[in-house]
Nanobody, 130 residues
Framework: QVRLVESGGGSVQTGESLRLSCTISGVRVNDACMGWFRQAPGKKREEFAIAMIGNDGTEYDDSVGDRFTVSRDTTMNAIYLQMNRLTPGDTGIYSC???????????????????????WGQGTQVTVSS
């Protein structure tokens, strides 16, 4: 059984930082594509991952630019999202997701779309006030 559990959310002021964690069981992080997704208040979850990590590297949405960094710890079987210079626009529920499928001509590229991820955590709330 696959299980993903996020933690690390909270309430911060503009410009501050948070580090989210996602611990995984049933899937090895060094085998899977792992993504972080965000759902803003009153909106649907964003369709594209804001940050992804896989064996083909990392990828970020333009909305987070160089403020966010995704990493993984194969020993802990976890991924992390370091979020710096947070703004009120970053407020939302952050969920991690995992899938073993790949795309691309050589079959190594991770997907960015949410519907390509099979396994999801319950999410953790991030609130940034001005």
């Amino acid at each position: 059984q696959v299980r993903l559990v996020e933690s690390g959310g909270g309430s911060v002021q503009t410009g501050e930082s948070l580090r989210l964690s996602c611990t995984i069981s049933g899937v090895r992080v060094n085998d899977a594509c792992m993504g972080w997704f965000r759902q803003a208040p009153g909106k649907k979850r964003e369709e594209f991952a804001i940050a992804m990590i896989g064996n083909d590297g990392t990828e970020y949405d333009d909305s987070v630019g160089d403020r966010f960094t995704v990493s993984r710890d194969t020993t802990m079987n976890a991924i992390y999202l370091q979020m710096n210079r947070l703004t009120p626009g970053d407020t939302g529920i952050y969920s991690c997701a995992a899938d073993n499928r790949r795309t691309g001509s050589d079959g190594t590229k991770c997907f960015r779309r949410d519907f390509m991820y099979s396994y999801w955590g319950q999410g953790t709330q991030v609130t940034v006030s001005s």
